[in-house]
């Protein structure tokens, strides 16, 4: 049997700036994998922490709200159209690395260069899709 995909994301609400996680069900729902409860991860970092593990009891919540409507609360499935999606992760910080490649190089100053430039950039550039 082939293992459903989940699609992960956060999420906050327009009356509740918290952030959650949660898995897109079928229908343009979202299932608020936050209000689940203990034993389930409540970030996508988390979530990837935790490995398949995880991944399994996603899938588990995922059946049983795709095959059973109703089976969990309506707090737990919420219509996508009421959420606002967030960049799914945010890190720490990120670093990065300019003229990493030759061809990079040939489309800006085309000199070559001796030593590798880094930059780092702060985490609250992370963004959402505009519209998403």
Not at 10 to 26: I, K, P
Not at 45 to 69: F, H, N
Request: proline share 5%; charged share 15%; with cysteine.
């Amino acid at each position: 049997m082939r293992e459903r995909n989940v699609k992960l994301l956060s999420f906050h609400t327009a009356g509740d700036a918290a952030s959650r996680f949660g898995v897109l069900l079928s229908g343009e729902r979202v299932l608020d994998v936050s209000a689940l409860g203990a034993g389930f991860p409540s970030t996508v970092l988390e979530c990837i922490e935790q490995g398949e593990s995880a991944l399994a009891l996603l899938r588990q919540a995922v059946t049983q709200a795709e095959s059973t409507p109703g089976s969990l609360p309506a707090r737990h499935v919420v219509p996508l159209a009421s959420v606002i999606l967030e960049a799914p992760y945010r890190p720490g910080k990120i670093m990065a690395v300019g003229k990493n490649y030759a061809d990079h190089v040939a489309e800006a100053s085309g000199a070559a260069y001796t030593r590798v430039g880094g930059f780092i950039k702060p985490s609250w550039w992370v963004a959402a899709l505009a519209g998403a």
